[in-house]
């Protein structure tokens, strides 16, 4: 969750965007070396997707919101975007097929937990569709192991947002890791990153070549 403030230009600023940008950039920097077109879910106030771009000039990065969301991360965009960030379009997990063609890599931050399950199933669904051969999947969040929570920190979270709407919460790894593999991909590593949360990176493996 982001506590959020206004800048200057009264766009929208969470906080722990602020925080975690720079340790997510560091993984995103090896883990997306070889990508170009990058399609980002739930990019939130934008913050991500301006900072990242500036930093990784080599990808072309589409940012994605809920309708209702959209206007105030085009606003961002549109204020501090460079060249390789794209204007965002509207994504529903839930409703497909996504509207993003094939691309290298999809990227989320701190979305699963705030989904439904059913969601989250969508999610990797659409995603799988999307990925190319090769592909890489990167995910940014809190997330449990073995039924449990990395920090007490995390339960009180999982439990604010199951008391919030049920079907929301802290997803477990190895559902997550179903879920994914039933998309095709194959996990490739699971980072650990600061305040209790985790970068999971599953890929797509290139097709073989026939001899």
């Known amino acids: ?32 070396a070889g990508c170009r077109r990058v399609l ?21 990065w589409q940012p994605s919101e809920l309708p209702a969301n959209l206007p ?25 097929p996504w509207p993003a063609g094939r691309v290298d890599a999809v990227f989320s931050a701190n979305t699963l937990h705030i ?15 999307v990925l190319a051969d090769p592909g890489v999947l990167c995910v940014y969040g809190p997330f449990s192991y073995q039924g449990q929570h990395t920090s007490a ?11 919030r709407d049920p079907a929301s919460g802290v997803r477990d790894f190895a559902a997550l890791d179903r ?16 305040a209790n949360n985790r970068t999971l990176v599953w890929r797509r493996p290139a097709p073989r070549q026939l001899a």
Request: one cysteine or more.
């Open 153 to 163: 920190s995390n339960a009180q979270f999982d439990a604010y947002l199951r008391q």
């Open 72 to 96: 105030e991360l085009a606003a961002r965009i549109r204020a501090e975007g460079g060249a390789n960030l794209r204007a965002p379009f509207a994504l529903d997990v839930r409703t497909g």
């Open 179 to 194: 879920l994914a593999r039933a998309a095709g991909l194959t996990l490739a590593a699971d980072h650990p990153m600061p």
């Open 1 to 32: 969750m982001c506590a959020l403030s206004q800048t200057p230009r009264v766009l929208t600023l969470c906080e722990a965007c602020e925080r975690n940008k720079g340790p997510i950039l560091a993984v995103l920097a090896s883990e997306l």
């Open 115 to 129: 989904m439904s399950s059913g969601e989250v199933g969508d999610f990797f669904r659409g995603a799988g569709a």
């Open 40 to 60: 980002e879910i739930g990019s939130g106030t934008g913050q991500h997707a301006v900072y990242f771009t500036a930093h990784l000039p080599h990808l072309d």
